[in-house]
């Protein structure tokens, strides 16, 4: 009997040693092929200039070309898509902001689940805003819903699905805001404040840059964890409302990807995110640039999709 037991045991050590072995293999030479970062968006705002920051670090590091793939479409569902049909070897990273692997599912606008996807680690709390021009007759998330009992607001979004549009909904119910009128729009920089077409906008400060600098444009709150570096006097959604959720952007990959993969596209985009290029940009935008890491993000997304749930069920 422990005869047939040895024998039987071999085999499965042996397959699992040589698991062992394939995967490491697989890591030690990592990336064997060009590699694609997805961007769901157009390129131009920050998470795609962290992205190529990224794929720059990657390419000089392994000598493999990294590029970025600009995919946008359906709230950013299309790129997602794309990762989420990809192989499991890294060779396809996708760069999502939170929207995309949580409301983006809850709501059932997504043909893939959450668990298509692993985390790589999050490294970037959005700068999201509401803005408004420089001479609205209000400063604060209260003082608009004041003004709103008397004027019409009309409110640009980046669509309903948008996990910014439905907080700022929920805060204007919150808070009383009216909003007579809301558009989406595909951009959302100091054109749609000046010509009119919103008096005040859910978008990014890399977005409304140019005007924040000329004193053109204001910002009534921040949809970030903590106060803006380049708007300390700005009070966080959070704290005029007590709703907690924030914007981030992370880097995922197709479930089942090995972990030695993973720990080296995280090492490499670590490795990015210090450049000083990307410490202006913080300086600049007021973004906040860290790194969470795959264990800690796993527990950050689980937060985020009970909180999307919550929200769904309160927007119904």
Not at 91 to 100: H, N, R, T
Not at 217 to 243: C, H, M, W
Request: hydrophobic fraction near 40%; proline fraction near 6%; charge should be negative.
């Amino acid at each position: 009997m422990k005869k047939s037991a040895k024998l039987i045991l071999a085999p499965i050590a042996c397959s699992m040693l040589i698991g062992a072995v394939s995967t490491a293999a697989i890591a030690a030479e990592y990336p064997n092929r060009p590699v694609r970062f997805i961007v769901p968006w157009p390129p131009g705002d920050l998470e795609d200039v962290l992205t190529r920051k990224i794929a720059e670090e990657m390419s000089k590091e392994t000598g493999v070309p990294a590029s970025v793939v600009n995919k946008p479409g359906g709230g950013g569902v299309l790129g997602a898509t794309a990762v989420a049909q990809s192989r499991p070897d890294g060779s396809v990273i996708g760069s999502f902001v939170v929207d995309l692997v949580t409301s983006q599912v809850v709501g059932g606008n997504a043909p893939y689940s959450r668990d298509d996807f692993e985390p790589v680690g999050i490294f970037l709390d959005y700068p999201f805003v509401l803005a408004t021009k420089a001479d609205a007759p209000y400063n604060t998330l209260a003082e608009l819903a004041e003004y709103s009992k008397t004027h019409d607001i009309s409110l640009g979004h980046f669509g309903y699905q948008a996990l910014p549009t439905a907080l700022t909904f929920k805060a204007a119910e919150q808070l009383g805001i009216n909003i007579a009128s809301d558009s989406a729009f595909n951009e959302l920089n100091c054109a749609t404040l000046a010509n009119g077409d919103a008096d005040i906008t859910n978008t990014t400060t890399q977005q409304i840059l140019p005007c924040l600098d000329s004193g053109e444009v204001k910002l009534l709150t921040s949809y970030t964890f903590n106060r803006l570096l380049t708007a300390p006097d700005v009070p966080t959604l959070n704290e005029q409302t007590g709703i907690p959720q924030t914007l981030w952007n992370g880097l995922f990959v197709k479930k089942g990807t090995p972990k030695e993969v993973k720990e080296k596209i995280a090492s490499i985009a670590q490795a990015a995110l210090q450049s000083p290029d990307v410490v202006k940009l913080q300086e600049t935008t007021g973004a906040g640039v860290y790194w969470t890491n795959m264990d800690d993000a796993e527990k950050v997304i689980e937060l985020d999709y009970e909180n999307a749930k919550k929200l769904a069920d309160a927007n119904k």
